[in-house]
C-alpha cells in the first residue's frame, strides 16, 4: 500500500475516463472478454440473494432490480437476505424451530487453518529459500527438485498414508494436524517462488551492507527481506487461495470441531435428501469469496508487481 | 613527500583460488597513508577480487592483508575502516538517498542528531541535498555514483575502495567525476585504491599504479614510470595512447643494434645481458619518431594514413612492410597527403628494448 493510489483509482475510477493509451475499443473488448470470464462469479452471487424457487428457473432471471422497466420482468427476481441467515441458522427437520448450523465455527476454522499455515510456509520457506540461494549445498538443485517433488503427486494419491501417519501420532482431526499439513504442502511452493525472487537481487548490495558494518542477520532483515516484499505479498496470496480452497485432506482430516468451510458446504447441501439447495450453497460460496477478495484487493498493488517480477530485464 | 610516509595498507603474498581458476597470484603491494593508488588492467584480471580481498568479502588462501599495521587476513569485515564503492553502485534500492546515507551511521549506532547532521553535510557537500527522500531508482546515473560515493565517505574511512566507478557513466559525466574524485582525495587526504580498466583514469588520477596481469602485479609505479620506463611489453602495449610501436627482428652481433626488415636499428648503448641473433623487439613511442631535417638521413617511407586529433595528428608511414605511428603537431602535419614520400628518424635513446621470449624489457 506504498502508492498514493485512491481508493477509486484502486477499483478502476482512473483519471481520464481510466482509458489511457488502450482507446475506447480495446477497453471495451477487454471489458467484454473479463464479464465473460466472470459471469459464473457474478451468477452464483446473484443467485445468493434469490429466492429458492428461482434458482434454477428457466429463463434465468439475471437482475436484481429491472432498470426502471429496461430488462423484462421474467429475468428480474426480488434480492431476499433469507439465504445468508439460513447459512447460518435455518430449520434442520420438518416443523421444528431453527438450529444453529456451525458455519461461524467453519468460516472461523478455515480462517485460521488457512492462515496459520500459510504464514508458518512463509515464514519458513523464506528462511530455506534464502538459504538454498545464497549458501548453496553440495547438490543444492538435487534437494530443491526433492522438494519440488512434493508438490508433483495428486493429492489422492499420498492421501491413504498421511491418514494412517495422522493416526497413528493423534494428529487426525486436531488442527495442529491439518495446519501442520497445509504447511508443509505450501513450504515446497513457498520455497520455490521465494528463491527465484532472493536469486534476483543484486549480491553486490548485501555486499555493501556488510562493508557498512551489517551482521549476516542485519543482511537479511534490513537488506534482502525489504527488497522482496512484492513476492512475500504473491506468495502469501497464492498460497492462501490454494489452502482455502483445499478439500480433499479437509475432508478426510478434520473433526467436527475443526471443520473446514468447503467440506462443511459439501456436507450442508448433500444432506437430508431434499435434494439439493442451490440458493443455500450459493450464499455460502458468496461469503466464502469475501475474504479471498479482501486479501486479493488490499495486496494488488504488491501482487501485480510480484508475479510480473523479473520478466522485465533491468 | 620527503617525509616518513605510514604504510595504510600492505598485501603479501596474497593469492586466491576459485576452485582451478586462480583469481590472485602472489600479490603483494603497500600503499602508503594519503596516497591515490591505481589497480589497472583488463577486466576479469582480479582488480575487484584484490578490492573485495582488502574490503574482507573474500579471505584470501594464502598470504597476509595489513590494514596500518595490524593483520587483518582472517579478520571479520567491520572494524577495518575501509568502505568500497561498488561498480554498479549497490545502492540500497528499498531505502531514500537519506536512508541509504544514514545506513553506515546507523550500524555503527552513531546519535541520531548527529547521523542527520552528517547525512545533511555529505549531501550538502555532493549537491544531492535536493534529491534526498528520492529512492535510487528515480535518480540518473550521476546521481547514484555521488550517492554511492556519500554513503563510502559519511563514515569516514581511512581507505576508500573504488571499483571501476565511472565505467556506467557517460564520458561527459566521467570527466566530470574524475575531477570530483581527485578534488575528494585532497580535501579529505583520503587513501584510495581506485580500481580501473580505463588508462586515462589510472594515469590521470594515480599517483601509483599497479598493472595487472591474470591475477598478478607486472609493474608498480608513478604513471611516468609505467610511460618512460615499461617493464615488458604488455605494459608498454597497455600505457600511453597511441601504442608503443613495435619492430621486430635479430640482435646484431655486437649487441647495439637490432636487424629488422627496415634495416639496421642501431641502439644508443650496448646490450649487457644479450645474445647475438637472439629474437628481440624495439619499442618507440609515436612521440618519439619525427621527420628527417635537411640534410639528416632517415628511414625512407611513405604515408599511408593521417588522423587528425585537433591540436596533434597521428600520422603512420610505412617502411619495409612496417606501418610506424607518429605524433605531429597539427602545424607540422599540415599538407601531408597520404602516398607522399616521407624520411622518419627513430631516437635511438628512446628505444624500448625487449626479449621476443618472455617480454620482459633487456638490460
Redesign the interface.
Known sequence: MASGVSFWERIGFRSGGGVGDAGWGRTLGVAIVSLIYFLPVLFIIFTAFKPQELALSVPPTLSPTSFFGLIPDQFVFSPTLENFGSVFSRVMTAGGAPEATGFDRFFFNSIVIATVSVLLALVLGTLASYGFSRYPLKGNDTYLFIILTTRMLPAIVVVIPIILMFRAVGLAGSYTGIILLYTAFNLAFTIWMMKSFFDELSTDVEDAARIDGSSETKVFLKICLPQVVAGLAATFVFGLILTWNEFLFALLLTGPDTRTVPVAMNQAVASGGRGTDWTLLAAIETLFLIPVFLVTFFLQDHLLRGVTFGTVKK | MGQVENTALSLANVSKAYGRVRALENLSFNVAEGRFFVLFGPSSVGKTTTL?TI???VTPDRGRVEIFGKDWTNQP??GRG???V???F?????LTVYQNFA??LV??KVAKSEIDRRVRETAAMLRLDKKIDRKPNTLSGGEQQRVALG?SLI?RPKILLLDEPLTNLDAKLRHDMRAELKRLHRQFGLTIVYATPDELEALSMGEEIAVMRDGAIVQIGSPDELYEAPRDLYVAGKIGSPHMNIIQGRLAADGAALETSIGALPFARRLQTAQAGEAALVGIRPNDIRFAGGGERGLSASIAMLEPLGDVTVVSVETGGQTLRMVLPESAAAGLQPGQPAAVVLDPAKFHIFRASSGQVIA
Open positions: 573485495r574490503a574482507g568479502l569485515i567491520a575501509v568502505s568500497m561498488f561498480q554498479s549497490a545502492l540500497y534500492p528499498h545506513y553506515p550500524e555503527e554513503r563514515r
